[in-house]
């Protein structure tokens, strides 16, 4: 991936945020934004994030999608949780990248180009921004707790690729493989 794709894209931003907050609220939260606003919004389990890179992958990938009339839902961001996920299916998408009764932090796909609204929207979701949680290589901890072998990414795979530091690069390509299925 170039440089270029770790900027915002036009109609995407994506941050990383944090947040106590029960999955209920937040979706209800996120339907009130999205008809409030006119912005959609899509958020992620960050722990199965591989950084911004990941979902502006997907995000790519969808737009991709729905200009070739090969989109499999009816929306860009549920199309990009597809991608996001390397899952044709939205039930198994969400089990894998999706928020949970136990996400605490989480990514937030904007699916908008005014940056000027990011963090109203955070407001109106009860989310802090904290984008260090998409990281990969922030710090141990958050390294810990995201797994590869969700992506069915396993030890044998990430030596043969050049070690750990490869894994968002890896991530990147069930990504890309969705295209193929």
Do not use: C
């Amino acid at each position: 991936m170039s440089d270029s794709m770790s900027k915002s894209d036009p109609m995407l931003n994506v941050v990383g945020a944090k947040g106590d907050i029960t999955t209920d609220e937040l979706l209800s939260r996120i339907s009130t934004v999205t008809s409030k606003m006119q912005v959609p919004v899509q958020a992620f389990d960050a722990s199965a994030i591989f950084g911004k890179n990941h979902l502006i992958a997907a995000f790519h990938h969808a737009q991709r999608a729905f200009e070739q009339n090969r989109n499999r839902t009816r929306t860009i961001e549920v199309e990009t949780l597809l991608y996001a996920a390397g899952l044709r299916q939205i039930s198994r998408a969400l089990e894998r990248v999706g928020v949970g009764k136990n996400t605490k932090n989480y990514a937030i796909a904007i699916f908008h180009s005014d940056e000027v609204k990011i963090q109203p929207i955070l407001d109106e979701l009860g989310l802090v921004r904290d984008d260090s949680v998409l990281d990969w290589t922030s710090d141990t901890e958050l390294e810990a707790q995201k797994n590869p072998a969700v992506f069915g990414i396993g030890k044998d795979e990430i030596e043969a690729a050049g070690g750990a530091e490869k894994i968002p690069m890896l991530v990147l390509e069930r990504v890309a493989l969705l295209d193929v299925d």
